[in-house]
């Protein structure tokens, strides 16, 4: 099983920006889609952005479609998570997830956090008002 670290969170007023990391260990981490979900308190986990394996394609979760880009680094076994104009109610623990059994991208598959199969232990943005 892989094992994803994420890095990067923090507290930032609205507007600010942060960038989030997620090192993955093994040798095949350029072999498999990748994932960024979050959950903020009292809510269920959300689908927030998702790349292929080779990074050729992406995708976004509506709340977040041209705030956020989302890319990777199969040399360094990184993936990032790019936020910019940040609102409060992007407030959450931010996780990575490695999809490794799914072949195809697809991304009304790639949005079910059930799909991934190793998670990371999670990082925590905070947006203040």
């Known amino acids: 099983q892989v094992q994803l670290v994420e890095s990067g969170g923090g507290l930032v007023q609205a507007g600010g920006s942060l960038r989030l990391s997620c090192a993955a260990s093994?040798?095949?981490?350029?072999?498999?889609?990748m994932g960024w979900f979050r959950q903020a308190p009292g809510k269920e986990r959300e689908f927030v952005a998702a790349?292929?394996?080779?990074?050729?394609?992406?995708y976004y979760a509506d709340s977040v479609k041209g705030r956020f880009t989302i890319s990777r680094d199969n040399a360094k076994n990184t993936v990032y998570l790019q936020m910019n104009s940040l609102k409060p109610e992007d407030t959450a623990v931010y996780y990575c997830a490695a999809a490794r059994s799914l072949a195809k991208w697809q991304v009304a598959v790639l949005r079910r956090d059930y799909e991934y199969d190793s998670w990371g232990q999670g990082t925590q943005v905070t947006v203040s008002s």
């Open positions: 093994g040798r095949t981490f350029g072999s498999y889609h």
């Open positions: 790349i292929s394996w080779s990074g050729g394609s992406t």
